[in-house]
């Protein structure tokens, strides 16, 4: 079942089964409540699924060397794997950690139900952005042909390029993630020992919404245009989160030509002239790349067609 959500809504509670898609002035899609699979599989049921996810960040805290937050976002801890860019960086490189610590994550992302934890927030993306979903699959190919040998963090379980792990009473305060694709999503996953109707909801400011955040539940947000937070749970409770993205930077260097800006205007000044111009009209078409409940059908048998095409043209000329 899916309920469409106009801006005007102040609170909802998201039901386990049911998927409620957030909607702005224009009808497009822009926030997703993804509702939990059906039956079992071969995986298990998805209350296992949230169990064993939680089992393993749990297991994650104790052996890998958190991070402690005491800033904008919150009071809590996290840990981050994946690839990054920015801050001087000349390419996109893994974020430093000890050797020790990447096998810990890499352990921790081996998890079966970490595994498939990814893989269902993948297939969400697809379904309810498949337009914007098509930018990250190309963007991945566009690194792997550039770059022979390149793994996706993930490995094969998403087109993401980095997670955070977060835990002890992980709740956030009101916030923007400006370093991520401005139209790009993040899917974020909840789990923990807490009260959904009491605190954890999950705040979306700008569209005056207060949705509950069970444990289980996938949301899937802009985060760099949303400012969102948390509902504070109850002092007895736990909660622990996953959030995947990727860097708004790592578009950007792809789209210049696998540079940096400052090697784009010293070597390049019309095309970064150009690239000046075309900002212009960039964030309309950013938005546009979001779908309407009227649309989303076509909208992703065309995108799997143009993923289909450009892989094709990618094989082709890597033959």
């Not at 792990?165 to 899917?187: F, S, W």
Request: charged share 25%; proline share 4%; aromatic share 12%.
């Amino acid at each position: 079942m899916y309920h469409y959500c106009l801006t005007n809504t102040y609170s909802f509670s998201s039901s386990s089964r049911d998927t409620i898609a957030f909607l702005d002035q224009k009808d497009r899609i822009i926030a997703v409540a993804v509702g939990r699979p059906t039956g079992q599989d071969g995986g298990g049921d998805w209350a296992d699924v949230e169990r064993g996810v939680r089992a393993a960040l749990l297991e994650l805290q104790k052996d890998f060397n958190f991070r402690e937050h005491h800033e904008r976002r919150g009071d809590y801890q996290s840990a981050t794997y994946g690839i990054s860019f920015g801050g001087g960086q000349k390419r996109p490189g893994m974020l430093k950690m000890s050797d020790r610590n990447q096998e810990v994550f890499k352990t921790f992302l081996d998890n079966p139900y970490v595994q498939r934890m990814v893989g269902y927030s993948e297939s969400a993306f697809a379904s309810y952005f498949p337009n914007v979903y098509r930018e990250y699959v190309q963007l991945f190919a566009r690194m792997a042909d550039r770059y022979p040998g390149f793994e996706p963090p993930m490995g094969s379980h998403g087109h993401f390029a980095a997670m955070s792990g977060n835990v002890r009473r992980a709740q956030t305060y009101l916030h923007l993630d400006e370093m991520n694709k401005a139209n790009g999503i993040c899917p974020i996953f909840n789990t923990g020992n807490f009260d959904p109707v009491k605190g954890g909801h999950l705040i979306l400011q700008q569209l005056g919404v207060v949705v509950e955040f069970p444990p289980g539940t996938v949301m899937l947000i802009p985060s760099a245009t949303l400012v969102h937070g948390n509902v504070a749970i109850q002092e007895h409770e736990e909660r622990e989160s996953i959030t995947l993205y990727t860097a708004g930077g790592l578009f950007r260097w792809a789209e210049y030509g696998f540079r940096t800006e400052k090697d784009l205007k010293a070597k390049y000044p019309e095309r970064w002239a150009a690239e000046l111009k075309d900002r212009k009209g960039r964030w309309a078409r950013a938005v546009a790349q979001y779908s309407t409940p009227y649309s989303l059908i076509n909208d992703r048998k065309e995108a799997l067609s143009q993923i289909r095409n450009d892989l094709n043209s990618m094989i082709n000329h890597a033959g």
